[in-house]
């Protein structure tokens, strides 16, 4: 009998003695966009913040053409989280548009902050009004990116055609903003948050006056073009230096998504280390500020929502 409680305490000792369950071992990859807007500072932000508070996560932020590629690469199924904006992933999510026969199965972790169409122009070029942008240089985003499919829509809705009506250039944000300042483009649509560091870099320039073309007026029939998903919105003129108004703009929602196959307590670390952390993000980049619980509404976004982060958002007393 001795040896038989002598047998079972040594169980119990090594039992008590077994380390906890490691966490799970994530090698996470974000993806951005390109190094002149905000999806890639913030995309860094966040990985910074995933890899020093998430036990076993390790975060990269990837750049990349834009949403439409991110789109792309939450399709192929491996551990990408991606900031996109909504329209790329309402595309994606029911095959239209760049992804048309191909439905991508994204799914929202939560809504980010709002990305504002920004026309970018400067004196000396002729250019007053959209309208003025036929037969001009236009850069219209990078291939790739949900500014291309901005720009598009938003030139279809004033009955430009991107194709026939304008000599297009296809550059990302720090690539236009170089080729307007060295005059080899007209104008360039570049949609980001507020500021984008493209842009402030045309202002800043000595010797040019940046002007934006205004497009609020355009929403509805961008709407009616493409569902309701745009909404008029302001730039104002205290956003960039040599700026004398505000900018009468066109807007659309940024997403924080995700495969559908990523594991439910993986999302909820995610959401949970954003709000935990959120002042550290905001010192990234401003633009931040707008990641609010209150944003976080079960019809806000035009993709499922992840039952990870649902969890998160429950627990904080959201109606999901």
């Known amino acids: 009998m001795r040896h038989l409680f002598k047998v079972l305490a040594l169980a ?28 890639y500072p913030l995309g860094g932000g966040m990985a910074n913040v995933f890899s020093k508070t998430i036990p076993g996560m390790t975060a990269t932020a990837e750049v990349t053409g834009g949403s439409v590629d991110n789109m792309r690469l939450i399709g192929t199924g491996k551990p990408y989280i991606a900031l996109t904006q909504a329209d790329a992933a ?21 809504m980010l902050y709002t990305n504002l169409m920004q026309a970018v122009t400067v004196e000396g070029t002729g250019v007053n009004t959209i309208n003025d942008l036929k037969g001009k240089r236009v850069s219209t985003g990078s291939p790739g990116s949900a500014t291309e499919v901005f ?40 949609v980001a948050g507020l ?31 493409a569902g309701n998903i745009y909404l008029a919105d302001v730039i104002p003129k205290a956003t960039y230096p040599g700026m004398t108004v505000d900018n009468k703009a066109s807007a659309v929602a940024n997403l924080l998504v995700v495969n559908a196959n990523m594991s439910e307590q993986t999302v909820y670390n ?15 980049h401003k633009a931040a500020n707008d990641i609010k619980l209150e944003r976080q509404k079960p019809d806000a976004s035009p993709v499922p929502w992840h039952p990870g982060a649902v969890k998160y958002f429950k627990e904080k007393g959201l109606k999901f």
């Open 12 to 39: 119990t000792c090594a039992l008590v003695a077994q380390p906890a369950a490691a966490a799970e071992t994530v090698n996470l990859s974000i993806a951005t966009g390109g190094t002149g807007g905000v999806y």
């Open 90 to 110: 309402k595309d994606a999510v029911n095959g239209e548009g760049k992804f048309k026969g191909t439905k991508i199965p994204v799914t929202a972790m939560m």
């Open 151 to 190: 720009a598009f829509r938003r030139l279809e809705a004033a009955g430009i055609d991107p194709r026939k009506d304008l000599k297009t250039e296809r550059l990302g944000a720090a690539e236009s903003a170089n080729a307007l300042k060295d005059k080899k483009i007209d104008a360039f649509f570049f």
């Open 195 to 225: 500021p984008t560091s493209a842009v402030t870099d045309v202002a800043a320039t000595p010797g040019m006056k940046i002007k934006f073309l205004d497009s609020s007026h355009l929403v509805p029939a961008m709407n009616k073009a």
């Open 270 to 284: 995610i959401v949970k280390a954003i709000f935990d952390k959120h002042a550290d993000l905001v010192a990234v």
